[in-house]
């Protein structure tokens, strides 16, 4: 069983940076996590990913503006979010999955933390 636990959000300016944390418990082996977000009338989307390897991936929307990050010894995964665009306003949900595949699509993963609300102003 994973427990995850999101902090970190908040309001800030466009061109502003935010920095979220999950909190992660329960066995790391073959565990992948990524950062999904999802705003008001659409879809859940994936942001980030990272691979139990250690690769990650990104979003086009977000690439070269957000990274993602782990830090083993926590077991905490985090967001760094740059370059804040309004469009970039949204709940940001942590997640994870077990397994040998590395997924994108929120159907891939089992276990998701209670979210945490990112809103950027013009």
């Known amino acids: 069983q994973v427990q995850l636990v999101e902090s970190g959000g908040g309001s800030v300016q466009a061109g502003g940076s935010l920095t979220l944390s999950c909190a992660a418990s329960?066995?790391?082996?073959?565990?992948?996590m990524a950062w999904f977000r999802q705003a008001p009338g659409k879809e859940r989307e994936g942001v980030a990913f990272?691979?139990?390897?250690?690769?990650?991936a990104y979003a086009d929307s977000v690439k070269g503006r957000f990274i993602i990050s782990q830090d083993i010894a926590k077991d905490t995964l985090y967001l760094q979010l740059n370059s804040l665009k309004p469009e970039d306003t949204a709940m940001y949900y942590c997640?994870?999955?077990?397994?040998?595949?590395?997924?994108?699509?929120?159907?891939?993963?089992?276990?998701w933390g209670q979210g945490t609300q990112v809103t950027v102003s013009s």
């Open positions: 997640a994870a999955g077990y397994g040998y595949t590395w997924p994108d699509s929120p159907d891939g993963y089992s276990y």
């Open positions: 329960g066995s790391m082996l073959r565990r992948y």
């Open positions: 990272r691979h139990y390897g250690g690769s990650t």
